[in-house]
């Protein structure tokens, strides 16, 4: 039972980040009908935010100490981040330390404004092209994003530790009486994804701009007919979407260093989760995200893994999410709550 | 009359066919072979990782490469020159043509390690193809290389099987491998956390994950370890959470880490962030082991590395000449120490220039003979000998652990043993080294 309740927590954690990312994806392709390969990069910009921020307070006053060699037996250099110099050790250290949340206060308008920026300067031209012609553009618009972050940060992860209050694990299951400690970043991470995710549908529910937004996913054309601007507010939503894939990746960085390519190792995962979840549907998306990570989690296990051997399915933990894919579109071909129409001229 | 005989045509057909039937390396002068420089300068093709997962090690092997052509064209201080055994290499070049040198990326591919190994061979005329920063990618281009018929001097593989099943006449490897590490590691395991443990594997899944958890299983079960499971993990997991979460109820007490650069740092960081080290297990502090370490990887992992034993090739803070005489060379033109893999790709370039000075040619049979069995010292690992049998370098193996209170951004490791050469060494038809075959050098041309 510890094992099985530590897959699930190991499931709704992958699933966060899947779920984010797919949100993004659908909004980006409800409102604007283009479907957005950059947005893997977009989760890795708001991952390099937090290790930005961390490079900025890390810049350093140098001091030489004689006492002290360096590698080449020369004087050592001292670095004493400005931040601690400012506010002294126990302040600044504790700022350099909270980089991951305070990355949040900085990755939102920056991502709002990659989103706005890459939507106006590129995307635009490209709604009324092939989808094939949007997805080449947008792959190759996430090659050159992925290989300048690593022309500045290198190809190697770099390290972006949670504060110290968050180190270590919680008993989770002591709670029903079992025994499985999960880290409390992951569990921070859970709580993280559900409330943005509540948040996006909550905007798009109650507000008066989330209401015209759904109104011109329904129905561009008339809404533009009564006046309202429906591009400006698409080209909010795609800030919005990106603004979601930004904090999925800010957040993410505790849980596996950041590196360049981590976009893309979530993307693939994530248009499959899209599909599966039904293409243009928030829900659907979301729920998807979960379901998947879930299984993905379960398929990990030992005793899965040597189950599916036995009926001549090796490595069924890398497969898993591929064959509930095919299974889902050939049995429901529009998802698990796709609509009808979309995707289907 | 004519005086074409059946006897005259017996002897004449026989001189002819005995002519033809001759070995190449009989009928041919030791020019005749692939790439043989004709003008004043002499090509090395540098295959190292310019983009993908471990391009930062590539970017360190060129490095070295770069100064290895610099010492070897008589520029800068002459590094590690200085201290080698053979005095042969004199700064005048190789045979007394300049050094140049071609570079590619391999991508931590195979295919595209192949295909740029093949362009600088092909097209650029290099006589001899250095590099890698992965197992799959040192035996592919070994391949290439031998059909080729160039030498290939093996840059970062630690596979058993680079030396092993898939040895090749042509390819020549100083870095240690998997059953070094395991042999070097294990008793310092058991005299760290002793004899009655449960360990459980992660192992990736390829070449060199499979020979490196093979031999580290075997090596600690002659210990008294018990190896509790080994779950292979795909090269392209980045979470490791649901590899991890069954150690925990899964009794071990131990957990060791087949993983090399991204997928060490994520496994790592993983089993750290389920609280394993902090956790008591059979009465003992649950440990990890990481048997393969870098440097450049382990800063990727940060704080999660201290005090977790693995090994390594070689490290910058060894204070023999050899190594110290490198650390200046490379730390005034770069401004940082070298990691393991400049040091085996610039050893590597060197002791391939020895080879021809020794062997007066660039033939790879030439090059080949001389590097086979050849000893020397001063190159920053202690007395060391290609072995002829397989081409692997035998040398002293370091024991390393994470620093608990680095001084620098550099000083990740601390050197815990330096593991004799004898207590690593391994017949070379040892069980697990199986299967290949070494064959002839091909010169090609």
Not at chain 1, 188 to 199: E, H, L
Not at chain 2, 168 to 194: C, D, I, Q, T, W
Not at chain 2, 334 to 363: I, K, M, W
Request: charged share 15%.
């Amino acid at each position: 039972m510890d094992a099985i309740l530590l897959q699930i927590l190991n499931g709704l954690d992958k699933g966060s980040a899947y779920a984010l990312i797919a949100l993004g994806l659908t909004l980006i392709f409800g409102t604007l009908g283009v479907v957005n390969f950059a947005h893997g990069a977009l989760f890795m910009l708001g991952a390099f935010c937090a290790v930005s921020l961390q490079k900025l307070m890390s810049v350093s006053k140098i001091t030489i100490d004689p006492s002290q060699l360096d590698f080449l037996g020369k004087p050592l250099k001292v670095k004493t981040p400005y931040v601690v110099e400012w506010f002294g050790p126990k302040f600044g250290n504790a700022i350099i330390d909270w980089n991951v949340p305070l990355a949040i206060i900085v990755a939102i308008p920056v991502m709002l404004l990659v989103g706005y920026v890459m939507e106006r300067g590129l995307i635009k031209h490209f709604y009324k092209r092939p989808h094939a012609d949007q997805i080449l553009v947008t792959f190759g618009l996430a090659i050159v994003i992925q290989e300048l972050v690593k022309a500045n940060f290198g190809a190697n992860p770099i390290p972006t530790p949670a504060p110290d209050q968050f180190v270590g694990s919680y008993n989770v299951g002591a709670l029903i009486g079992l025994d499985a400690s999960y880290p409390y970043w992951r569990l921070i991470y859970f709580a993280f994804s559900a409330t943005i995710i509540s948040s996006v549908f909550a905007f798009l529910r109650f507000t008066t701009f989330g209401m015209v937004v759904r109104a011109g996913m329904a129905d561009r054309e008339t809404v533009g007919l009564l006046g309202i601007n429906i591009d400006r507010r698409f080209t909010i939503m795609f800030g919005i979407a990106a603004a979601v894939a930004g904090l999925a990746g800010v957040m993410y960085t505790p849980i596996n260093s950041p590196n360049y390519h981590m976009g893309m190792d979530f993307l693939v995962l994530s248009f499959v989760v899209v599909v599966v979840g039904g293409m243009g549907s928030l829900p659907g998306a979301v729920l998807a995200g979960f379901l998947l990570g879930v299984l993905e989690s379960f398929a990990s296990m030992n005793e899965v893994k040597g189950f599916f051997e036995m009926l001549y399915l090796p490595s069924i933990d890398q497969i898993i999410i591929y064959l509930v894919a095919i299974i889902v579109l050939l049995t429901r071909p529009r998802g698990l709550m796709g609509k009808a129409g979309v995707m289907e001229e | 009359m004519s005086k074409f005989t059946r006897r005259g045509l017996i002897k004449t057909g026989a001189t002819v066919g005995a002519g033809l039937a001759m070995p190449t390396f009989i009928t041919s002068p030791l020019a005749a072979y692939t790439n043989a420089p004709t003008g004043g300068s002499v090509t090395l093709g540098f295959n190292v990782p310019q983009s993908g997962p471990y391009a930062d090690e590539g970017a360190d092997e060129l490095r070295a490469y770069k100064l290895a052509v610099e010492h070897l064209n008589g520029g800068g201080d002459g590094g590690m020159m200085n201290t080698f055994s053979s005095k042969s290499l004199t700064g005048n070049g190789i045979l007394g043509k300049k050094v140049e040198y071609v570079t590619g990326d391999t991508q931590t591919k195979s295919d595209a390690a192949r295909a740029s190994a093949k362009s600088m061979i092909e097209k650029d005329n290099a006589v001899m193809i250095t590099g890698g920063s992965s197992s799959g990618v040192a035996i592919a281009v070994q391949g290439l290389c031998q059909e080729a018929g160039v030498i290939f001097m093996a840059g970062l593989t630690h596979s058993n099987d680079t030396t092993g099943k898939d040895k090749k006449a042509n390819g020549f490897r100083h870095f240690f491998n998997g059953y070094m590490s395991a042999a070097a590691l294990a008793p310092v395991l058991e005299a760290r956390y002793g004899k009655d443990r449960n360990a459980y594997h992660l192992t990736a899944d390829y070449t060199w994950g499979w020979t490196q958890q093979e031999s580290i299983a075997a090596a600690t079960e002659a210990k008294g370890w018990n190896t509790v499971n080994n779950v292979l993990t795909p090269l392209a997991t980045t979470d490791f959470s649901s590899y991890v979460a069954p150690v925990l109820n899964s009794g071990a007490d131990i957990l060791v880490l087949n993983h090399y650069g991204g997928n060490m740092i994520n496994s790592l960081t993983s089993a750290v962030q389920f609280g394993l080290r902090d956790k008591i297990v059979n009465g003992k502090n649950f440990e990890i082991v990481v048997p393969l370490y870098s440097r450049l990887m382990a800063r990727g992992a940060g704080e999660n590395v201290k005090g977790i034993f693995g090994s390594t090739n070689w490290h910058w803070s060894l204070s023999d000449e050899g190594s110290k005489a490198f650390v200046k060379s490379f730390g005034t033109k770069y401004g940082f120490p070298p990691s393991q893999a400049a040091h085996t790709t610039y050893v590597q370039t060197l002791l391939y220039a020895d080879a021809c000075e020794r062997s007066g040619t660039f033939n790879p049979c030439g090059v080949s003979e001389a590097l086979e069995g050849f000893k020397f010292d001063g190159m920053g690992n202690g007395p060391t000998e290609y072995r002829a049998e397989d081409h692997q370098c035998f040398k002293d193996v370091l024991v390393v652990k994470g620093k608990e209170n680095p001084t620098s951004e550099f000083d990740v490791l601390e050197v815990v043993e330096i593991t004799p050469r004898g207590q690593v060494e391994y017949p070379a038809d040892h069980p697990m080294f199986a299967g290949g075959a070494l064959g002839k050098c091909n010169p090609g041309a």
